[in-house]
């Protein structure tokens, strides 16, 4: 794919940089006078006019004061807010244990009606049992030093995923085989993983594709991404999780959500990969 996962967040910040700046040309200042009426040096003032340093809500109220335009200042800082919260990093999301972070998702799920998920390496959230899910969050406390609650934070993951028994949600979901091999807990956990597959891979709300190895590609491998109806893309990167909500970009992971989608296999052809997959176990 062409655009930077993170260039969303990018985006925004711009977006945000670009309304200061027409604040302070329409106010008929340069930047050296903006700088001196808001008590910082001229370099600030360019940092903050190309999006290289976010603005706090001080850097914006005395910005706003300084053009004449202080009506405009709780508009800017919440846009701003918004743009900085587009780019998360799991570190800062798990420093209060990764029980909370389970919950933080339900929310955004009652309020799907169509989920749409890539993963390339792992089993779907939504598809994860608890023993898998536990070894899953054990490893992210350890990576990123954080409270090791994986045994709540399971339980928690598996109690949101009852939503793909609930009316009113529809789940298209795509994954390479590859994860079907990737052992997470002991032989025992990762075959009653495999065997839910099975089960909820037949639910009617439910589409489970498996892209072959062996398949003949028209698109590679992409990160893990899931798409909340046709508004929202969520993309998990190894430091942070990216919110995508930029009309072009959404409409670039839908366009690739589509061309993994046609590759994968389903019904009669995922099971038998699945069961492939169990037997490797044995």
Same mark, same amino acid.
């Given at each position: 794919?062409?655009?930077?996962?993170? /260039?969303?967040?990018?985006?925004?910040?711009?977006?945000?940089?670009?309304?200061?700046?027409?604040?302070?040309?329409?106010?008929?200042?340069?930047?050296?006078?903006?700088?001196?009426?808001?008590?910082?040096?001229?370099?600030?003032? *360019?940092?903050?006019?190309?999006?290289?340093?976010? $603005?706090?809500?001080?850097? @914006?109220?005395?910005?706003?004061?300084?053009?004449?335009?202080?009506?405009?200042?709780?508009?800017? !800082?919440?846009? /701003?807010?918004?743009?900085? *919260? &587009?780019? +998360?990093?799991?570190?800062?999301?798990?420093?209060?244990?990764?029980?909370?972070?389970?919950? /933080?998702?339900?929310?955004?799920?009652?309020?799907?009606?169509?989920?749409? @998920?890539?993963?390339?390496?792992?089993? $779907?959230?939504? =598809?994860?049992?608890?023993?898998?899910?536990?070894? @899953? #969050?054990?490893?992210?406390?350890?990576?990123?030093?954080?409270?090791?609650? &994986?045994?709540?934070?399971?339980?928690?993951?598996?109690?949101?995923?009852? !939503? @793909?028994?609930?009316?009113?949600?529809?789940? %298209? +979901?795509? !994954?390479?085989?590859?994860?079907?091999?990737?052992?997470?807990?002991?032989?025992?956990? +990762?075959?009653?993983?495999?065997?839910?597959? =099975?089960?909820?891979?037949?639910? $009617?709300?439910?589409?489970?594709?498996?892209?072959?190895?062996?398949?003949?590609?028209? #698109?590679? $491998?992409?990160?893990?991404?899931?798409?909340?109806?046709?508004?929202?893309?969520?993309?998990?990167?190894? *430091? &942070?999780?990216?919110?995508?909500?930029?009309? /072009?970009?959404?409409?670039?992971?839908?366009?690739?959500?589509?061309?993994?989608?046609? +590759?994968? %296999?389903?019904?009669?052809?995922?099971?038998?990969? !699945?069961?492939?997959?169990?037997?490797?176990?044995?």
């Amino acid at each position: 794919m062409a655009t930077s996962p993170s /260039s969303s967040a990018q985006a925004a910040r711009e977006r945000v940089a670009r309304r200061l700046r027409d604040l302070r040309a329409d106010a008929g200042l340069t930047g050296t006078e903006l700088a001196t009426r808001c008590g910082w040096t001229h370099p600030k003032t *360019s940092r903050l006019e190309n999006a290289r340093t976010p $603005p706090t809500p001080d850097d @914006i109220r005395r910005w706003c004061g300084a053009c004449g335009a202080d009506d405009q200042a709780d508009d800017i !800082i919440a846009q /701003s807010r918004d743009a900085e *919260s &587009a780019y +998360m990093e799991w570190r800062r999301q798990v420093r209060a244990g990764l029980r909370r972070l389970q919950d /933080s998702y339900v929310d955004l799920y009652r309020a799907t009606e169509l989920f749409r @998920i890539y993963s390339p390496t792992l089993v $779907p959230g939504l =598809l994860q049992t608890e023993g898998y899910a536990r070894a @899953i #969050l054990t490893g992210v406390a350890d990576l990123y030093d954080a409270p090791n609650d &994986a045994d709540q934070a399971a339980a928690a993951r598996v109690q949101r995923n009852q !939503i @793909i028994h609930q009316p009113g949600h529809r789940f %298209v +979901m795509v !994954i390479e085989e590859a994860a079907l091999y990737h052992q997470l807990g002991d032989a025992d956990e +990762m075959a009653a993983q495999l065997g839910y597959l =099975l089960t909820v891979g037949a639910l $009617p709300a439910v589409s489970l594709g498996i892209i072959p190895r062996t398949v003949r590609r028209t #698109l590679w $491998p992409q990160e893990l991404f899931h798409v909340y109806d046709d508004q929202l893309v969520s993309v998990e990167l190894m *430091s &942070a999780r990216v919110r995508i909500t930029q009309p /072009s970009e959404v409409a670039l992971y839908l366009t690739a959500f589509e061309q993994l989608r046609a +590759m994968a %296999v389903y019904g009669a052809e995922a099971r038998a990969l !699945i069961l492939r997959a169990i037997e490797a176990l044995q």
